[in-house]
């Protein structure tokens, strides 16, 4: 006998997680969660730093292979994602942003015509945002202090954030005590969804707290094949696990929240979108819907390396001794570096324009940090990476099948930096990083500029080419749009155009990327799909 359930959710990761939460706590709703993924429950993915040993191979991950970039020369790089109980959340460094006002003001304008009563300004997503916020600092209208995700100030601060702190302010930017608040600009040390040394993520706290409620089903390893529509309703899943092939239905909706490089797969092959690319792979048309798998949106990252002149940072803190010490440390004291994520201080500037809404946003990395397929460029050693990362970029990439095969992985083509736009910008906020090695504290401590070794437009140029890189932040490929807009793929309540009974969740349905991380948009979206549900 097949089972049935209210509601089923494709994907626990941070939108998935927050979304089934809501369902069985306000909705008193018998729901599914089907994650493809492991146990979020690892003594490395709990402490802050512990990513950092998994990031360039791990269970925790799939590594998706791009595409041949012809803009990038060829290259081929990665992009991780979450292969785990709350997705990203479990995986991630941990940064608490939200993006800023007019990210979701700019939503609200584009949704508006049509948009059956829902609004999605930033007066409309605050209160989702204060309400799952449990903040250990701030206690004001933007924050809230009671909420499950658990917001911390980082733990331990290392000498090298402070002084990329100081030396950016040197360069003029004023010190910002919080990038949630009412301005980003500025420099100033990140919040983190962690508290007393362990990770807050969505699977901890959303699921954790109904790990003994009947109402709630949570199964992992469990790979979605496709979505089962009948007289064009969503009806149920087919998902395949270590036993077998599997069928479940639900009564009422479902929701989609696989990740904006995943999500668009599970569309296709159930028969919902691109004609062409449907036909091409032998696949039945359910539903056409062209703009699935494209308006693929991402932070692309360029990194800024250079070499200490003394001990300092977080070279070698997790190996030999220094992570006896440390560990050491944490169990008897709770503090030392376990308490931090190792990425405690940023900045959002505008370097053209200083005045104007930041276009940059960087990440103190203490350590020399490279993505995996450029680790052997540069030597290890006691140093300091600040990342430099386009906030509103305007290159589109697009997500397509590789195959009918649902153990296919996508093909992916993020198309980073191919708009000339994202390049100026991003060339811009190198050359104002450069400058802040040679500035204030910073200027004192480190040596050597390894990468980009000069400033001049060419170097930087093909410095980005070389090491451009995703800030893990896929978005946009199943977006909402108003009604006529033949690539919206949702409308503005997150309902798949065409069919009834399923919504997409995640940050696929975004029309546009926010200005920062966006761990925390995507939880917004869980929930803010969950009322919708319930309405």
């Not at 969503?234 to 009564?251: I, S």
């Not at 703009?291 to 360029?302: A, F, K, T």
């Amino acid at each position: 006998m097949t089972e049935t359930f209210d509601h089923i959710v494709i994907g626990g990761g941070s939108a998935g997680a927050a979304a089934a939460a809501k369902l069985v706590n306000k909705g008193n709703c018998h729901v599914l969660v089907l994650e493809a993924g492991h146990s979020h429950r690892h003594p490395l993915l709990d402490m802050p730093p512990g990513i950092f040993k998994m990031i360039n191979g791990s269970k925790f991950m799939r590594y998706h292979r791009t595409e041949p970039q012809h803009h990038l020369d060829g290259r081929v790089h990665d992009i991780p994602q979450g292969h785990v109980l709350g997705g990203g959340s479990s995986v991630n460094a941990q940064v608490y942003m939200r993006g800023r006002p007019s990210d979701y003001d700019a939503w609200d304008d584009l949704l508006r015509q049509n948009n059956d009563g829902v609004g999605w300004g930033w007066d409309d997503v605050l209160p989702y945002f204060v309400g799952m916020e449990g903040n250990n600092r701030f206690a004001n209208e933007l924050h809230g202090t009671d909420g499950p995700l658990l917001v911390s100030d980082p733990g331990h601060i290392d000498d090298m954030s402070r002084w990329f702190v100081q030396s950016v302010q040197a360069l003029g930017e004023p010190f910002n005590p919080d990038f949630n608040g009412l301005t980003q600009r500025g420099v100033g040390f990140y919040q983190f969804t962690n508290r007393s040394g362990r990770r807050s993520s969505s699977a901890y706290a959303f699921l954790s707290p109904l790990s003994s409620n009947s109402s709630l089903a949570v199964r992992l390893h469990a790979e979605v094949t496709r979505i089962l529509i009948e007289n064009d309703r969503a009806v149920g899943v087919e998902y395949c696990d270590k036993t077998g092939q599997h069928r479940v239905r639900c009564d009422g909706e479902i929701l989609v929240a696989a990740g904006a490089l995943v999500t668009p797969k599970i569309l296709m092959l159930s028969g919902i979108g691109p004609e062409k690319e449907l036909v091409s792979h032998g696949i039945d048309i359910v539903c056409p819907s062209p703009g699935v798998g494209q308006n693929l949106i991402d932070h692309p990252e360029v990194p800024i390396t250079a070499f200490a002149n003394g001990p300092y940072g977080y070279f070698k803190q997790g190996e030999g001794w220094r992570m006896l010490r440390n560990g050491i440390q944490f169990k008897l004291f709770g503090t030392g570096p376990v308490t931090s994520a190792g990425v405690e201080a940023g900045a959002f500037v505008n370097p053209a324009n200083p005045d104007d809404e930041p276009t940059i946003q960087a990440f103190c990395v203490p350590i020399v940090y490279l993505d995996r397929d450029a680790l052997d460029e540069v030597s290890d050693d006691y140093g300091l990476t600040v990342t430099t990362v386009v906030v509103k970029p305007k290159s589109r990439g697009e997500v397509r099948l590789r195959s009918s095969d649902p153990r296919a992985m996508p093909s992916v083509s993020p198309n980073l930096l191919k708009h000339e736009d994202d390049m100026a910008e991003m060339i811009r906020g190198q050359r104002f990083f450069r400058r802040a090695f040679s500035t204030g504290p910073l200027a004192k401590h480190t040596r050597e500029i390894v990468i980009p070794p000069a400033d001049d437009d060419e170097t930087l140029r093909a410095h980005c080419k070389r090491f451009v890189k995703t800030n893990y932040h896929p978005a946009g490929t199943a977006r909402m749009g108003k009604d006529g807009d033949p690539m919206a793929v949702l409308d503005a309540r997150m309902r798949v155009r065409g069919i009834e009974g399923l919504r997409v969740c995640d940050m696929s349905a975004v029309p546009d990327i926010n200005a920062g991380n966006t761990n925390a948009p995507a939880m917004m979206l869980g929930e803010r799909c969950a009322d919708l549900v319930l309405k």
